[in-house]
Each structure stands twice: as structure tokens, then as C-alpha cells.
């Protein structure tokens, strides 16, 4: 774990300051794989590690959104991010294939980069009700990091917009989407707390529901989590 720690962390100023000096395209290129690399490395780390490496990534990811945007670019497809899937209601499989990145990278403690393949997943499929919601999961608060205040708007508008899409979706994607309407008010709270215990208590009831469903039983676990001091 040790050495896995220290490549990455070694690694991470390398490319941060190499990425400064390529062509924009190359540049997110370059940062897209590196953020790669750091989720796989996250899956392999122990919790203070993890901690560690989550500031590391949302430093990385701050630098990429400085970059001059490339509109026309989208995230790349990754491999090697393990096997988590859900399947959502949609026609798209490009859609769906997005959104089981965004799922990967949120295993991965990479919340920027799962925010960005969810929003690319909106675009190919913009009536596609879990897309919205996997990015007002993971502009949430995680077991990593609080919730950042300047995530609130996207946060909420993400969350009504899939409630909004919800209609004829499955059943267990219409009960994580209702449990996500509680997480997140219009304007930022003077206090979170509440919020996060309501998103909690509405997961967990969400969890009893669908017992069989792993990728819901770990949801439900890092909501409750993310009620801890």
C-alpha cells in the first residue's frame, strides 16, 4: 500500500506540471488518464490513504477545469475500472455505458470525474432520469470530504431534474431518485446535518426495499456514513 501511495503521490506533481505545458487537447488527455490511474490506485488504499488521495484528486481535478475547455471532447471510455453497473432506463447504451462510469469512478473516490461522465451521459440521452441523479449523487458529501458549497445549485438542479425525468422509469431507479429529492434544499444551508440524516433515513428505507440489490446496499451504507461526525 505504501508504495502505491508514494508512485501516486510522486506522480501526481509530474504530471500536474507536464500537463501545463501541452497543447489543451493533449493536456486533458493526459489529465483524464492520470485520474484514471488514481481511482484504480484508490480501490487499493487504506482509509487515512484514501482521505489523502480524494484532496490529491480534487486538487487534480481543479487544475483540469482550468484548463481551457475542450466542448467538443468528450471523457474518454476507461477499462480497468471494475465491474459496477446498473441497469437505467434509456434506449442509449452509449448513455448507459457513461453512466456505469460515472458508478466505477464513484467506487473509485473520483467524484469529478464521475460528475463528468454522468453529464456527458445527460447529453447523449437528456431525458435519461438516472444521469441527472448520479450527478447530484456525486456532487454530494462522501466519506472523503464534506459537501462543497459551490456545488449546491448544480447539486439541486441535477436532483429536480431527475425527479422531473422520473416518469415510467423502474422501480428501484423511481426510489433512489425520490431519496435524492431530500438531499438538497434551493439555497446552501447554514447547516447540513439535517439534510444528510433525512438523505440517510430515505436511502436506508430505499435499501430495505431492494435487499437483493448490491449496488444499493452500498449506497445506503456510505449515505449513513456520511452522517458521521
Given at each position: 500500500m505504501r508504495s502505491t501511495w508514494l508512485k501516486a503521490s510522486a506522480t501526481a506533481a509530474l504530471v500536474l506540471g507536464l500537463s501545463a505545458s501541452l497543447p489543451p487537447d493533449a493536456a486533458d488527455t493526459a489529465l483524464t488518464d492520470f485520474l484514471s490511474a488514481l481511482t484504480y490506485c484508490g480501490r487499493n488504499l487504506g482509509i487515512v490513504q484514501r482521505a489523502a488521495l480524494g484532496k490529491l484528486l480534487a486538487g487534480a481535478a481543479a487544475y483540469a477545469q482550468a484548463?481551457?475547455?475542450?466542448?467538443?471532447?468528450?471523457?474518454?471510455?476507461?477499462?480497468?475500472?471494475?465491474?459496477?453497473?446498473?441497469?437505467?432506463?434509456?434506449?442509449?447504451?452509449?448513455?448507459?455505458?457513461?453512466?456505469?462510469?460515472?458508478?466505477?469512478?464513484?467506487?473509485?473516490?473520483?467524484?469529478?470525474?464521475?460528475?463528468?461522465a454522468f453529464r456527458y451521459a445527460q447529453e447523449l440521452d437528456p431525458n435519461c432520469a438516472m444521469c441527472f441523479w448520479g450527478e447530484a449523487f456525486a456532487l454530494g458529501p462522501n466519506i472523503n470530504a464534506p459537501m462543497d458549497a459551490n456545488n449546491n445549485d448544480a447539486a439541486y438542479r441535477a436532483a429536480r431534474a431527475a425527479l422531473d425525468k422520473s416518469q415510467g422509469v423502474a422501480a428501484p431507479e423511481r426510489a433512489l431518485i425520490e431519496a435524492m429529492a431530500v438531499r438538497y434544499t434551493r439555497q446552501w444551508p447554514?447547516?447540513?446535518?439535517?439534510?444528510?440524516?433525512?438523505?440517510?433515513?430515505?436511502?436506508?428505507?430505499?435499501?430495505?426495499?431492494?435487499?437483493?440489490?448490491?449496488?444499493?446496499?452500498?449506497?445506503?451504507?456510505?449515505?449513513?456514513?456520511?452522517?458521521?461526525?
Open positions: 484548463l481551457p475547455a475542450q466542448p467538443q471532447t468528450p471523457p474518454p471510455l476507461m477499462s480497468g475500472l471494475g465491474d459496477a453497473h446498473m441497469q437505467i432506463t434509456t434506449a442509449n447504451s452509449q448513455a448507459q455505458a457513461y453512466f456505469d462510469q460515472g458508478l466505477k469512478m464513484l467506487h473509485g473516490f473520483n467524484h469529478g470525474e464521475a460528475a463528468r447554514a447547516d447540513r446535518a439535517p439534510m444528510d440524516s433525512a438523505f440517510a433515513q430515505a436511502m436506508s428505507g430505499v435499501a430495505d426495499q431492494f435487499a437483493d440489490n448490491d449496488l444499493i446496499q452500498i449506497l445506503a451504507a456510505e449515505a449513513d456514513m456520511d452522517t458521521q461526525p
